[in-house]
């Protein structure tokens, strides 16, 4: 009998339900929240009425689109940690009450494990072990995937993460949140090295970007204050500069994390892996330090559930259930 899972992704703004039967995902649905651009970034109480809001049609929606009944289901999944407390919940109880309605495990994720795994979902799939460098605006790792639920963070952020950077950038920049987004938009058009920025001297494999953004910062005001009207008339330029500056910070690290490992299988994932700078970067490295690359298609970068149903196929395989009694976690360790 075929293995059919539910997913359900909530740990920040996006609801979204998937359906994966046999390790292939047959739809992947994904309810956006625009209330939070008005605010300049996510509103913890406004992100949890909203999923309240979507769930329950979104789930719908995936059922259909799959063309699974819940009756057919073999498990469920959703995201267990990290997250907002609040929009996590949501999904939790949401998935609890359909495993306990349905009789069927439930099957608690990982968020960031999640996005790892996303690189399975479809075709061609790195082989283990594996390097994964996971880019978002909560999290930028280095981590080595032994396998599907054996990984390990060999190297971390020590303050901002990489999206934090793209989208605090975009404010000093006076860009609308998103800004991560437009700050890739921009940079397209412009020259990559005419603003040199500082590249932090971390040791070992771990990140920080708090120093950039404040050389950013006050870049930008030492130039409008000589030349007014400076930032509007250099726009491409500086984005471009910026965002070539953050992805070499990312590339060095991952460049030293394949020497120390000796893995030449690399990925990338996370919601700054859809960026299209960081996209070619990791296919030129790759073409010069021989590493066979893989990038997640645009859908499977950002949060969704189609990633939590392939982490809960290797699960499911593994028998790996979650009890219940099982709660959800704003702040987790990474862990298989």
């Known amino acids: 009998m075929a293995v059919k899972i539910l997913a359900i992704e909530s740990s920040c703004d996006e609801t979204s339900a998937a359906v994966i039967v046999d390790g292939q995902v047959k739809s992947n649905i994904i309810a956006n929240q625009t209330v939070h651009e008005q605010y300049g970034g996510v509103v913890p109480e ?10 329950v049609p979104v789930v719908d929606a995936a059922l259909k689109k799959a063309g699974v009944a819940k009756g057919e289901l073999s498990a469920i999944a959703f995201t267990q940690s990290p997250g907002l407390i609040g929009s996590l919940l949501v999904g939790a109880c949401f998935a609890k009450a ?8 439930l099957i608690g994720v990982h968020h960031m494990q999640a996005h790892v795994l996303a690189n399975f979902i479809e075709d061609p ?7 994964c460098l996971t880019v978002s605006g909560g999290h930028t790792q280095i981590v080595q995937v032994n396998s599907a639920l054996d990984m390990k963070v060999i190297g971390e952020t ?34 990559p090295t005419r603003f040199k920025f500082p590249e932090p001297q971390i040791q070992g494999l771990d990140f920080s970007f708090s120093g950039l953004k404040t050389a950013i910062l006050y870049f930008v005001q030492q130039q409008e ?16 500069s910026i965002q070539h500056r953050i992805i070499t910070i990312l590339m060095n690290k ?18 700054v892996s859809a960026n299209s700078g960081l996209r070619k970067a990791l296919t030129e490295y790759g073409e010069k330090h021989g590493w ?37 976690s704003a702040r987790a360790e990474f862990a298989s």
Not at 254 to 271: F, H, R, S
Request: glycine residues 8%; charged residues 20%.
């Open 254 to 271: 991952l460049v030293k994390a394949t020497k120390e490992t000796g893995i030449k299988e690399v990925a990338i994932a996370g919601g």
């Open 158 to 191: 020590l303050d901002d993460a990489a999206g934090e950077a793209f989208d605090k950038t975009a404010k000093i920049l006076g860009l609308p949140y998103p800004g991560g987004p437009l700050i890739d938009k921009y940079a397209q058009q412009g020259d």
């Open 125 to 131: 799939k790195p082989s283990f072990p594996m390097l």
């Open 225 to 240: 204050k000589a030349q007014p009207g400076f930032l509007q008339e250099n726009m491409a330029d500086i984005c471009a």
């Open 98 to 105: 359909m495993a306990l309605a349905l009789d069927i495990p």
């Open 292 to 328: 066979n690359t893989y990038i997640p298609k645009f859908e499977y970068c950002t949060d969704n559930a189609g990633m939590i149903a392939m982490t809960a196929h290797f699960k499911y395989e593994a028998a790996a259930f979650t009890d219940l009694t099982a709660i959800p």
């Open 46 to 55: 406004l992100a949890s009425r909203a999923h309240q809001e979507h769930i």
